[in-house]
Protein backbone atom coordinates (compact mmCIF):
# COMPACT_ATOMS: atom_id res chain seq x y z
CA UNK A 1 0.00 0.00 0.00
CA UNK A 2 1.42 3.40 -0.75
CA UNK A 3 1.33 5.80 1.62
CA UNK A 4 3.15 9.29 2.07
CA UNK A 5 2.41 10.99 4.92
CA UNK A 6 3.56 14.88 5.95
CA UNK A 7 4.40 15.95 9.46
CA UNK A 8 5.93 18.90 10.64
CA UNK A 9 3.26 21.48 10.02
CA UNK A 10 1.63 24.21 12.24
CA UNK A 11 1.33 27.77 13.28
CA UNK A 12 4.55 29.57 13.45
CA UNK A 13 5.16 33.57 14.00
CA UNK A 14 6.55 35.58 10.97
CA UNK A 15 9.91 34.88 10.26
CA UNK A 16 10.20 31.57 11.91
CA UNK A 17 10.85 28.43 10.63
CA UNK A 18 9.25 25.22 10.07
CA UNK A 19 10.53 21.43 8.92
CA UNK A 20 8.23 19.64 7.43
CA UNK A 21 8.52 15.59 6.96
CA UNK A 22 7.21 12.78 4.19
CA UNK A 23 7.69 9.60 5.24
CA UNK A 24 7.27 7.37 2.27
CA UNK A 25 6.21 3.96 2.12
CA UNK A 26 5.04 0.87 -0.61
CA UNK A 27 7.06 1.94 -3.56
CA UNK A 28 10.53 2.48 -4.77
CA UNK A 29 11.03 5.60 -3.29
CA UNK A 30 14.70 6.26 -5.32
CA UNK A 31 12.49 5.68 -9.14
CA UNK A 32 10.61 8.88 -8.21
CA UNK A 33 10.95 12.20 -7.94
CA UNK A 34 9.66 14.17 -5.11
CA UNK A 35 8.15 17.56 -4.77
CA UNK A 36 6.18 19.58 -2.00
CA UNK A 37 3.44 21.77 -3.52
CA UNK A 38 0.94 24.09 -1.39
CA UNK A 39 -3.04 25.30 -1.37
CA UNK A 40 -3.66 28.26 0.17
CA UNK A 41 -7.78 29.38 0.94
CA UNK A 42 -9.18 29.59 -2.41
CA UNK A 43 -6.16 29.66 -4.55
CA UNK A 44 -4.56 26.84 -6.94
CA UNK A 45 -2.57 24.44 -5.39
CA UNK A 46 1.20 25.79 -6.63
CA UNK A 47 4.43 23.94 -6.61
CA UNK A 48 6.71 24.92 -3.80
CA UNK A 49 9.91 22.97 -4.20
CA UNK A 50 10.56 19.47 -6.56
CA UNK A 51 14.13 17.19 -5.88
CA UNK A 52 15.63 14.71 -8.96
CA UNK A 53 15.21 10.96 -7.45
CA UNK A 54 19.07 10.86 -6.49
CA UNK A 55 18.67 14.24 -5.10
CA UNK A 56 21.26 16.23 -7.72
CA UNK A 57 19.16 18.66 -8.50
CA UNK A 58 16.59 21.04 -6.82
CA UNK A 59 14.31 23.63 -7.86
CA UNK A 60 12.02 26.58 -6.48
CA UNK A 61 9.13 28.66 -6.52
CA UNK A 62 10.72 31.75 -6.86
CA UNK A 63 8.30 33.08 -4.26
CA UNK A 64 10.02 30.70 -1.58
CA UNK A 65 13.92 30.98 -3.13
CA UNK A 66 16.51 31.55 -0.55
CA UNK A 67 14.00 30.63 2.22
CA UNK A 68 13.02 27.07 1.80
CA UNK A 69 15.10 24.02 1.12
CA UNK A 70 13.66 20.75 0.01
CA UNK A 71 16.48 17.71 0.58
CA UNK A 72 15.67 14.04 0.74
CA UNK A 73 17.23 10.75 2.95
CA UNK A 74 16.91 7.73 0.60
CA UNK A 75 17.95 5.49 2.98
CA UNK A 76 14.60 6.76 5.52
CA UNK A 77 12.28 7.48 2.26
CA UNK A 78 12.09 10.57 3.53
CA UNK A 79 11.52 13.89 1.67
CA UNK A 80 12.24 17.11 3.63
CA UNK A 81 11.01 20.87 3.37
CA UNK A 82 13.22 23.45 5.35
CA UNK A 83 10.67 26.53 5.94
CA UNK A 84 12.78 30.01 7.28
CA UNK A 85 11.98 33.32 7.36
CA UNK A 86 8.61 32.38 6.95
CA UNK A 87 6.01 35.35 5.74
CA UNK A 88 2.06 34.85 6.52
CA UNK A 89 1.29 34.57 2.32
CA UNK A 90 3.22 31.25 2.79
CA UNK A 91 -0.05 30.13 4.51
CA UNK A 92 -1.21 26.85 3.18
CA UNK A 93 -2.05 23.59 3.35
CA UNK A 94 1.78 21.71 2.06
CA UNK A 95 1.36 18.70 0.25
CA UNK A 96 4.05 15.98 -0.35
CA UNK A 97 4.14 14.46 -3.89
CA UNK A 98 5.61 11.54 -5.31
CA UNK A 99 6.17 11.20 -9.73
CA UNK A 100 8.18 8.63 -11.06
CA UNK A 101 10.70 8.76 -13.34
CA UNK A 102 8.64 8.50 -16.70
CA UNK A 103 5.74 10.89 -15.10
CA UNK A 104 3.05 8.36 -15.78
CA UNK A 105 2.62 7.25 -12.00
CA UNK A 106 1.85 10.21 -9.09
CA UNK A 107 0.88 10.17 -5.31
CA UNK A 108 -0.22 12.72 -3.07
CA UNK A 109 0.45 12.74 1.03
CA UNK A 110 -3.00 13.91 3.14
CA UNK A 111 -1.52 17.45 3.81
CA UNK A 112 -0.22 18.89 6.34
CA UNK A 113 -1.43 22.79 7.43
CA UNK A 114 1.14 25.52 8.24
CA UNK A 115 -0.07 28.61 9.76
CA UNK A 116 2.50 32.05 9.77
CA UNK A 117 0.63 34.16 11.94
CA UNK A 118 1.52 36.62 15.09
Known amino acids: QVQLVESGGGLVQPGGSLRLSCAAS????????MSWYRQAPGKERELVAV????????NYADSVKGRFAISRDNAKNTVYLQMSSLKPEDTAVYYC???????????WGQGTQVTVSA
Open 97 to 107: NAIDNNGLVSY
Open 26 to 33: GFTFTRYR
Open 51 to 58: ITSLGSIT
